[in-house]
């Protein structure tokens, strides 16, 4: 019988790229890939737990739940591994996975420039305004007024985390010219090499000297609500504020305190801390119960998107193949580059940081 991969919350576009990994695969691997991929439109919940019985592993995205009551029931039906088709793995209990023996993998670096790419698209839209003239002219109306945006040239840009993502992206800044001020407890060897920018010790330093911050860091204990009231206060004046990473980095009520008192002078967004529920799906027929959310959509300054900074034909590609590899991996007992447990301990990768949920 062939061995099943339970994949959940697929899209039209989950399923063309898989297939196509799959199909690749069996190609190049012969007899390599004897599995199957059985697809579930539902996120992964304590409710859908059951559409996994029978299969080995369960596929997932950013918003399915993986917490330890949903891990201990695929356990019980018999799920043994957990393949992550996204970096981000704030939303898998870890030290429960390890616990119960599960395989947990991700792909870690599908496409760092991808996401960096769309942070920068975000601000430069937020700050030229680009997102009201393109309603505008639609109508007819080609006037400037209200559409002033500052040059990004000689501008600071604080870039919160230096990995992967916030080092792509302050590679990019530096192309426009700007200042580069960086947090991270972790410093990038390639930030310091490449000159890209320096680094502050303390995010309330970096803070009151950036006309544009952009976050890039993992959500975990620490950096929940990163962005909060006090943070706010630190930041500059008319600052604007991009965040690509997790919603839960942002606390949104502060948030929308200080859009209301001018403090801040706009924000962008790809992902919302009550996002779970709502992304990826169409609600435009539905009543939308989160008033913070519809709070904020309705500033002239804020742009909201649907967590799509990951989506291109590159990166999901590599996020399709590198998924069937670490399950290819995980069965054929090789040892995953891309494993975040490992034998009853929580496997801390080389560049990788501790996360306790
Ligand atoms: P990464 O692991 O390469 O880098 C994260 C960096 O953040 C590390 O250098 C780490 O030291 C740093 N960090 C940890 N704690 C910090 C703190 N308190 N303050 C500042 N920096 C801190 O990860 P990455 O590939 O660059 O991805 C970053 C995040 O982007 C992911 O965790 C994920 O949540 C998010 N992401 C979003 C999308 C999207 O489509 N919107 C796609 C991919 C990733």
């Known amino acids: 019988m062939p061995i099943k991969i339970a994949v959940f919350s697929a899209k039209p576009y989950d399923r063309e790229f898989l297939a196509t990994a799959l199909n690749k695969k069996r190609e190049n691997d012969g007899n390599g890939a004897p599995f199957d991929l059985v697809f579930h439109d539902f996120a992964l919940g304590l409710d859908t737990v059951p559409l996994a019985r029978g299969a080995t592993a369960v596929c997932v995205f950013v918003n399915d739940v993986l917490n330890a009551p949903v891990l201990e029931a695929l356990h019980a039906e018999g799920v043994r591994a957990v393949l992550l088709r996204c970096a981000g793995f704030n939303h898998v209990d870890l030290i429960k996975a390890e616990t119960l023996g599960f395989f947990v993998a991700n792909v870690p670096s ?14 430069q839209t937020l700050n030229r305004r680009t997102h009201r003239a393109y309603n505008r002219v639609r109508e ?19 870039v919160v985390g230096t990995g992967r993502i916030g080092l792509a992206a302050a590679r990019i800044f530096k192309g426009y010219g700007c200042r580069i001020l960086a947090f991270d407890p972790y410093k990038s060897n390639d930030f310091l090499a490449e000159k890209l920018g320096d680094y502050e010790d303390e995010l309330d330093n970096l803070l009151p000297q950036c006309d544009f911050v952009s976050l890039h860091c993992p959500l975990t204990k620490d950096t929940h609500h990163i962005i909060n009231e006090h943070t706010l206060a630190k930041m500059k004046p008319g600052a604007m504020l991009v965040n690509t990473s997790r919603g839960g980095l942002i606390s949104t009520k502060p948030v929308i305190a200080a859009l209301k008192s001018r403090h801040l002078g706009g924000v962008a967004l790809d992902v919302y801390e009550g996002e779970g529920g709502l992304f990826y799906n169409d609600h435009s027929g539905d009543i939308i119960e989160d008033d913070e959310l519809m709070r904020l959509m309705t500033f002239p300054n804020v742009i909201l998107c649907g967590h799509q900074a990951f989506f291109t034909v590159e990166a999901l590609t590599e996020i399709a193949n590198v998924t069937l590899q670490n399950f290819a991996d995980f069965m054929l007992s090789h040892p995953c580059p891309n494993s975040l447990v490992r034998s009853h301990k929580l496997f801390v990768r080389r560049d990788s940081y501790p996360v306790r949920i």
């Open 110 to 123: 599908y496409s760092p420039e991808a996401v960096a790419e769309f942070s920068v698209a975000l601000l």
């Open 140 to 158: 007819g109306n080609f006037a400037l007024d209200g559409l002033l945006g500052t040059t990004l040239h000689g501008k600071t840009v604080g």
